[in-house]
């Protein structure tokens, strides 16, 4: 099976000061690993475009995005909040995040791969309609699925979230959209302090104490997830593919390993293969630990493509 790897050297100009943990090495240690790990040649190199300003709208005010362009600097940086500041490459790059996601989305319902993995940065799954936080401007994974709802006609999308923080924005943005269904795992108490509370039904958020390992990780998906999603019937998967839940990331308390997000991929795969046709797109979120990093994302990508 044909997996596309969609990313853009734009995404390693985006730089929010030393000793940010968001940092351009990210994607290195990934692309190193999928060599390493000899799953390049299997995989296929596409070039994000910028998103449009119509996909960026249907998730995010266009105050918000005005905004954005407004304050983006000539040189240095420009905070955001405390967590997330913009440099001069940084609304290009968050453009490209965001148009990967939506040519992922283009490329699978069209039938040319039957999954996409985007490996970019800045992340998403934290930035709200009109709000920019924990190193997220645009919500890449929630422009995504509103653009197969919108432009594609789908009735029923899932963005499946399993990175140690829970995805404020996301559930912000869908929370009243029967059509779209969240499951997700993360650490909790933990930021950004939500996901417990004013849940709607399509909202399956299931906290995870701190230094839970595996065995709650994948007790949570079997007994909250898959019945869930089951019920639901998705006509495609989206994944918020964070990584810093590894028990070698330091900035959390979760202990999971390759061989859960591998486990919890073919999970995801199963769901898709009996009701989306197979099709999920991923898109990178957090991780940290550069060496944990590229080995998780290489153990998803390996069951993303069958191999």
């Known amino acids: 099976m044909t997996l596309a790897?969609?990313?853009?050297?734009?995404?390693?100009?985006?730089?929010?000061?030393?000793?940010?943990?968001?940092?351009?090495?990210?994607?290195?240690?990934?692309e190193d690993q999928l060599?390493?790990?000899?799953?390049?040649?299997?995989?296929?190199?596409?070039?994000?475009?910028?998103?449009?300003?119509?996909?960026?709208?249907r998730v995010h005010a266009p105050a918000y995005i005005d905004a954005l362009?407004?304050?983006?600097?000539?040189?240095?940086?420009?905070?955001?909040?405390?967590?997330?500041?913009?440099?001069?490459?940084?609304l290009g790059a968050a453009r490209r995040a965001a148009g990967a996601a939506v040519l992922a989305t283009d490329r699978v319902l069209r039938g040319e791969v039957e999954a996409a993995f985007c490996g970019v940065r800045p992340p998403g799954h934290h930035a709200e309609r009109a709000r920019a936080m924990g190193f997220c401007l645009f919500n890449n994974v929630a422009v995504a699925a509103a653009h197969a709802l919108a432009a594609h006609g789908l009735e029923r999308v899932v963005v499946v979230d399993f990175d140690v923080h829970h995805g404020n924005?996301?559930?912000?943005?869908?929370?009243?959209?029967?059509?779209?269904?969240?499951?997700?795992?993360?650490?909790?108490?933990?930021?950004?302090?939500?996901?417990?509370?004013?849940?709607?039904?399509?909202?399956?958020?299931?906290?995870?104490?701190?230094?839970?390992g595996g065995t709650e990780f994948r007790d949570a998906v079997e007994r909250h997830?898959?019945?869930?999603?089951?019920?639901?019937?998705?006509?495609?998967?989206?994944?918020?593919a964070g990584f810093d839940a590894h028990r070698e990331?330091?900035?959390?308390?979760?202990?999971?390993?390759?061989?859960?997000?591998?486990?919890?991929?073919?999970?995801?795969?199963?769901?898709?293969?009996?009701?989306?046709?197979?099709?999920?797109?991923?898109v990178l979120e957090g991780g940290y630990a550069l060496h944990?990093?590229?080995?998780?994302?290489?153990?998803h990508l390996r069951v993303l493509a069958g191999l």
């Open 249 to 282: 990331d330091d900035m959390a308390m979760l202990r999971l390993v390759e061989a859960d997000y591998a486990w919890v991929t073919e999970r995801i795969r199963e769901v898709a293969a009996r009701h989306a046709r197979g099709r999920i797109v991923s």
């Open 292 to 299: 944990a990093l590229g080995r998780s994302v290489a153990a």
């Open 169 to 212: 924005g996301t559930e912000a943005i869908f929370h009243d959209d029967p059509r779209v269904m969240m499951v997700s795992t993360f650490q909790h108490p933990f930021y950004p302090y939500s996901g417990v509370e004013g849940r709607s039904e399509r909202m399956v958020n299931i906290p995870l104490a701190a230094y839970s």
């Open 69 to 90: 362009e407004e304050l983006a600097p000539e040189t240095g940086w420009v905070h955001l909040d405390p967590d997330t500041a913009m440099n001069p490459h940084t």
């Open 35 to 57: 060599v390493a790990s000899g799953l390049s040649p299997f995989l296929e190199y596409v070039e994000a475009p910028l998103a449009s300003r119509e996909a960026l709208e």
């Open 225 to 240: 997830w898959l019945p869930a999603l089951a019920a639901f019937r998705p006509e495609m998967l989206f994944v918020s």
């Open 5 to 30: 790897y969609i990313t853009h050297p734009d995404c390693r100009l985006h730089d929010m000061g030393a000793q940010h943990p968001e940092c351009p090495a990210r994607l290195a240690a990934i």
